[in-house]
Nanobody, 119 residues
Framework: QVQLVESGGGSVQAGGSLRLSCAASGWTNNIYCMGWLRQAPGKKLEWVAEVDTDDSINYAGSVKGRFTISKENANNTLYLQMDNLSPEDTAMYYC?????????????RGQGTQVTVSS
């Protein structure tokens, strides 16, 4: 049973930074795509970034150049370093895992961690 626990969210001013973490258990992370999703109030769930099984990385255009995804296989942890945050980044952020990156939006997710950016 896959379990994901996100942490690191909070409230920051525009231009600030946060680092999200996702502790994973109950699976072998080197055969799964891992990624971050977010959902703002009243909006659809949005894909943010992913690390595929071959360690290739992809970002949504809205965060490319500002966010950095990384993972540590030794402790089964996924990270999202978020810099130069803007109010448009305000959302609940979720860690997700799936055998295929293309299915992350429908994958198993954690409970989420809230990120609030004020102007």
């Amino acid at each position: 049973q896959v379990q994901l626990v996100e942490s690191g969210g909070g409230s920051v001013q525009a231009g600030g930074s946060l680092r999200l973490s996702c502790a994973a258990s109950g699976w072998t992370n080197n055969i799964y795509c891992m990624g971050w999703l977010r959902q703002a109030p009243g909006k659809k769930l949005e894909w943010v970034a992913e690390v595929d099984t071959d360690d290739s990385i992809n970002y949504a255009g809205s965060v490319k150049g500002r966010f950095t995804i990384s993972k540590e296989n030794a402790n089964n942890t996924l990270y999202l370093q978020m810099d130069n945050l803007s109010p448009e980044d305000t959302a609940m952020y979720y860690c997700a895992v799936h055998r295929y990156c293309a299915s992350l939006l429908t994958a198993v997710r954690g409970q989420g961690t809230q990120v609030t950016v004020s102007s």
